[in-house]
C-alpha cells in the first residue's frame, strides 16, 4: 500500500521558517516527480513546487512565482522523502500543505497518482 505521510507543520511568525517533510512508503518514487501543493480556507488548492527525475542522479526543480527565492525543493532517495524547505514566511504562505507524486507530473494536480494528508502551516504573529 502506498502512503505519503507529511509532517513539519506549525505555527510560526512571519519572516520564520519551516521545513516540511512527505516520507513515501509502499515503492520506490525515484523516478517519479515528487510535488507540493497547497490549499488555504476557501480557495483552490494550488501548486507550489515539484521535483522532477531527469535521468541518471539529476532533478530539476520548479516552483510557483510567489514561493521562489524563499522556497526550497529537495529529495533523499535513499530514504523515500522529499523536503520544502520555507524561508521568509508570510501571513499569505498560510495554507494545509501536501505531497504528492506522479511518473509524470506537472503543475497540475490530475498529474499526481498519490496525495498525503496533508500539514496545516500557519504564520501569524
Known amino acids: 500500500q502506498v502512503q505519503l505521510v507529511e509532517s513539519g507543520g506549525g505555527l510560526v511568525q512571519p519572516g520564520g521558517s519551516l521545513r516540511l517533510s512527505c516520507a513515501a512508503s509502499?515503492?520506490?518514487?525515484?523516478?517519479?516527480?515528487m510535488a507540493w501543493f497547497r490549499q488555504a480556507p476557501g480557495e483552490e488548492r494550488e501548486f507550489v513546487a515539484r521535483?522532477?527525475?531527469?535521468?541518471?542522479?539529476?532533478?530539476?526543480?520548479d516552483y510557483v512565482d510567489s514561493v521562489k527565492g524563499r522556497f526550497t525543493i529537495s529529495r533523499d532517495n535513499a530514504k523515500n522523502t522529499v523536503y520544502l524547505q520555507m524561508n521568509s514566511l508570510k501571513p499569505e504562505d498560510t495554507a494545509v500543505y501536501y505531497c504528492a507524486a506522479g511518473p509524470r507530473g506537472v503543475r497540475g494536480q490530475l498529474s499526481y497518482d498519490y496525495w498525503g494528508q496533508g500539514t496545516q502551516v500557519t504564520v501569524s504573529s
Open positions: 509502499g515503492r520506490t518514487f525515484s523516478r517519479d516527480t
Open positions: 521535483i522532477v527525475w531527469t535521468g541518471g542522479r539529476t532533478y530539476y526543480a
